[in-house]
């Protein structure tokens, strides 16, 4: 009853402080779109989410605006990552950000222009000083696109604590919109938290719907220490299609309420444990994403920490139990997932297992043959056995299936006396019979390189240097009807490290997009000379192939 007591209390009072936000804040919408969102706060990622998406009707361009009086803190252009972005500090302690913009708007583009200019440099990271370029509330700051790590034109929009940098919840600043749909369970999974040093997939456990908010079960029959998973999603309302994430997940063992979490804010020095708050093997194996109903072992999540019971259940405690696991979404639409759960004596069955013990506390230099791998301590979240070989030029690490904290060394043995065939190979890792190219160094014995993935890893090389071809205009070509300059530039295998454009001796900006492979560069910024014009541009790519494009162009 006390933890009852507690989880109650607390609930209402992070309830009345989402309510405080909603009452002292109103902040102005972000975006010139309806509030269309394509993805929600702390939902699954190659992190956790850190803010919302906002759809923009399917195209780049709708018009960006302050939320509140400010000042911009920071600016950014780059080709992955957020790409072109702002931060704005607002009076009120918060910091709004804006990312994969289109284009800045007309002061701003003018003044991250200049930098690029000064600077001799396509991306850009600028912190203007306290107050140097302030903004109004509802000001035009910029245009959506489709700029950086983002795969369809959209708006990521996050607000955060100022001092602490934590990324908030957004919704819980006064914005509404439209949800009446329930989220949507697809399935209840059994995760073994008995044995911790080998990694194995869940056991799905097959559900039904009863009615439109309930789901169940068969009975559950188990004997060691479970976790539980379950496969949700969320939808917005019918006919928009994006499977979002939850806002908030119960755990309810015979109607109490014994473990809960939700999605107000997340500290960034802990996003890295979504690799074990959702089932990594799910993910690697069957693209499912199994988000755990507990706490994993070594995840130090700020959001799950006023549990006083960790979720797992254990045989010898829960021998007859009704659970019910409780999913929402941001307007407290649920649906429920109903089960009784059965412990069972341990049939102590013994399994042997193979490999070496890798203990998270130890640091560790492995020899394979000719091979070297070098885990610091911490690599991993868990202690795990891994099975290392190293056969026919060929090093395999093992199964995939264990996340990585940190990265590792992994050093291939090389007797490569040509010069030019030494700086052309890399180590690349085997994955449906595709190579991956992975940057890599090189010394007299090893090539060796850091990665983040068990699998299989080999020496392979890139003997072709980028391509580059034009898109928009022709050698000789009058380029007076255009607007901008495009090219395809593109590489295979290790991808564009670098390039560099002139136009008639003066190094000229020409923006990349490395999802279409294109680089262009517009004619506003007035350094092309009316009449004859010579265009170069030297690339090469990760292991250093170079090229030169020239063209002559007129105006």
């Known amino acids: 009853m006390k933890l009852f007591l507690r989880i109650l209390f607390t609930s209402f009072f992070i309830l009345n402080y989402n309510q405080n936000f909603s009452q002292e804040l109103d902040f102005h919408s972000p975006i010139d779109a309806p509030f269309d969102l394509s993805g929600t706060f702390g939902e699954y990622r190659s992190k956790f989410h850190t803010g919302i998406d906002f759809k923009s009707r399917g195209v780049q361009g709708q018009k960006i605006f302050s939320i509140e009086e400010g000042y911009i803190s920071r600016i950014e252009v780059n080709n992955y990552g957020y790409g072109k972005v702002i931060y704005i500090d607002h009076p009120n302690g918060y910091t709004s950000v804006y990312a994969h913009l289109k284009e800045f708007s007309t002061n701003l583009d003018k003044f991250i222009r200049d930098e690029h200019y000064r600077l001799k440099k396509s991306t850009i990271k600028k912190f203007p000083k306290k107050g140097e370029i302030k903004v109004k509330r509802g000001e035009l700051i910029g245009y959506s696109g489709n700029t950086g790590g983002s795969f369809a034109p959209h708006l990521h929009f996050?607000?955060?604590?100022?001092?602490?940098?934590?990324?908030?919840?957004?919704?819980?600043?006064?914005?509404?919109?439209?949800?009446?749909?329930?989220?949507?369970?697809?399935?209840?999974?059994?995760?073994?938290?008995?044995?911790?040093?080998?990694?194995?997939?869940?056991?799905?456990?097959?559900?039904?719907?009863?009615?439109?908010?309930?789901?169940?079960?068969?009975?559950?029959?188990?004997?060691?220490?479970?976790?539980?998973?379950?496969?949700?999603?969320?939808?917005?309302?019918?006919?928009?299609?994006?499977?979002?994430?939850?806002?908030?997940?119960?755990?309810?063992?015979?109607?109490?309420?014994?473990?809960?979490?939700?999605?107000?804010?997340?500290?960034?020095?802990?996003?890295?444990?979504?690799?074990?708050?959702?089932?990594?093997?799910?993910?690697?194996?069957?693209?499912?994403?199994?988000?755990?109903?507990?706490?994993?072992?070594?995840?130090?999540?700020?959001?799950?920490?006023?549990?006083?019971?960790?979720?797992?259940?254990d045989p010898s405690e829960f021998l007859n139990n009704h659970v019910s696991i409780r999913v929402s979404d941001w307007n407290?639409?649920?649906?429920?997932?109903?089960?009784?759960?059965?412990?069972?004596?341990?049939?102590?069955?013994?399994?042997?297992?193979?490999?070496?013990?890798?203990?998270?506390?130890?640091?560790?230099?492995?020899?394979?043959?000719?091979?070297?791998?070098?885990?610091?301590?911490?690599?991993?979240?868990?202690?795990?056995?891994?099975?290392?070989?190293?056969?026919?030029?060929?090093?395999?690490?093992?199964?995939?299936?264990?996340?990585?904290?940190?990265?590792?060394?992994?050093?291939?043995?090389?007797?490569i006396l040509d010069t030019l065939e030494l700086r052309q190979s890399f180590i690349g890792r085997i994955e449906d019979k595709e190579i991956t190219y992975i940057n890599s160094r090189k010394d007299d014995l090893y090539i060796y390189a850091n990665t983040s993935s068990l699998g299989k890893y080999t020496i392979s090389r890139d003997t072709i240097k980028p391509e580059i071809k034009p898109i928009n205009f022709k050698q000789n070509s009058n380029i007076s009807d255009r607007s901008t300059i495009m090219l395809r530039l593109k590489d295979e295998m290790s991808g564009i490290k670098s390039y560099n454009a002139f136009l008639n001796g003066k190094w000229a900006l020409f923006e990349y997009e490395p999802k279409s492979n294109l680089i262009f560069h517009k004619i506003s910024d007035n350094i092309i000379n009316e009449g004859k014009n010579i265009l170069l541009i030297n690339y090469q790519d990760g292991v250093g192939n170079k090229g030169v494009y020239k063209a002559i162009i007129y105006y």
């Open 158 to 313: 996050e607000i955060r604590d100022t001092d602490t940098q934590d990324a908030l919840n957004p919704l819980m600043f006064n914005y509404k919109y439209h949800d009446k749909e329930r989220p949507i369970i697809r399935g209840l999974y059994l995760i073994d938290e008995e044995n911790t040093l080998v990694s194995n997939l869940p056991v799905k456990k097959e559900i039904r719907k009863l009615n439109d908010s309930t789901y169940t079960t068969n009975d559950i029959e188990y004997s060691k220490k479970t976790g539980l998973g379950i496969d949700i999603y969320d939808i917005q309302y019918k006919g928009l299609f994006n499977q979002n994430g939850v806002y908030k997940v119960d755990l309810l063992i015979d109607s109490l309420l014994v473990y809960s979490f939700k999605m107000d804010r997340i500290k960034f020095s802990q996003n890295h444990y979504r690799k074990i708050m959702y089932d990594y093997i799910s993910v690697i194996k069957n693209r499912r994403r199994v988000l755990k109903v507990y706490t994993p072992q070594n995840a130090d999540l700020s959001f799950l920490r006023d549990n006083n019971f960790n979720g797992i259940l």
């Open 332 to 415: 407290n639409n649920s649906s429920y997932l109903n089960f009784r759960v059965k412990g069972t004596d341990s049939k102590d069955e013994i399994t042997s297992y193979d490999g070496i013990e890798i203990l998270t506390s130890l640091n560790y230099e492995i020899n394979k043959n000719s091979s070297v791998i070098e885990i610091k301590r911490n690599t991993f979240y868990n202690d795990l056995l891994l099975n290392i070989s190293y056969q026919n030029d060929t090093l395999d690490l093992g199964e995939d299936k264990d996340p990585f904290r940190k990265s590792m060394i992994i050093k291939l043995p090389q007797a």
